[in-house]
């Protein structure tokens, strides 16, 4: 199993880029990392998807060296909205995501 | 975009009884769910995966008997805790995969069912 490992907690301030970066020394091969952000008493939801290098859509980058063994998450410009927790994910999706498995996340507070 | 929704949002019952919970995603097929327990303050723990036309498979330490997972179609599964316990007082949340074009695989996952055992 793809066990990720991300600072416990971050904090920011308005305006300013955020980048959250997570290990995941045993990502397999057909492995794609996956980031999710969590608001109190919601569902996880999806942020970016990628497999190599970088993945760019209107809300966030990802950034994944050729190693694959880490990954970042980088939030520009962050407003008080983004306070969540955000989540790393390895897994195969052609395999269906079997074991599935959430490590601790990463609770961002952004201040004014 | 997918939509994975949950039914009830949140639900209060007494200890002893059983309580349904409801995931359906309604704008695309899933073939495999999976259900998470979160407490407060902590990380989701998958519970199970469900699997349509065929037997949940649970994680270690699941009791399968007491969270019984019904995947009877496609855009639909659901979770009961039988004989619930004030212990079992969590936040329940569904997931479905929608596979891309390219056999990628978005996770969506549902709002979530707060449930609690007096």
């Known amino acids: 199993l793809a066990k990720t490992t991300q600072p416990i907690s971050m904090d920011s301030y308005e305006g300013q880029e955020v980048n959250i970066t997570c290990s995941h020394n045993?990502?397999?091969?057909?492995?794609?990392i996956t980031w999710y952000q969590q608001f109190p008493s919601q569902g996880p939801r999806f942020i970016i998807q990628g497999y190599k290098t970088k993945v760019t859509n209107e809300v966030a980058s990802l950034f994944i060296p050729a190693d694959r063994k880490s990954s970042t998450l980088s939030l520009p410009r962050v407003s008080l909205s983004d306070t969540a927790v955000y989540y790393c994910l390895v897994g195969d999706p052609s395999g269906g995501y079997n074991k599935l498995i959430f490590g601790a996340g990463t609770r961002l507070a952004v201040h004014p | 975009g997918a939509v994975v929704s949950q039914h009830p949002s949140r639900v209060i019952c007494k200890s002893g009884t059983s309580v349904k919970i409801e995931c359906r995603s309604l704008d695309f097929q899933a073939t495999t769910m999976f259900w998470y327990r979160q407490f407060p303050k902590q990380s989701l723990m998958l519970m199970a995966t469900?699997?349509?036309?065929?037997?949940?498979?649970?994680e270690q330490g699941v009791e399968k008997d007491k969270f019984l997972i019904n995947h009877a179609s496609l855009t639909l599964s659901t979770l009961t805790v039988t004989s619930a316990h004030p212990e079992d007082s969590s936040f329940y949340i569904c997931s479905a995969m929608r596979r891309g074009s390219s056999n990628t695989g978005e996770l969506f996952f549902g709002e979530g069912s707060r449930l609690t055992v007096l």
């Open positions: 045993n990502i397999a091969t057909n492995d794609y």
């Open positions: 469900s699997n349509e036309g065929s037997k949940a498979t649970y």
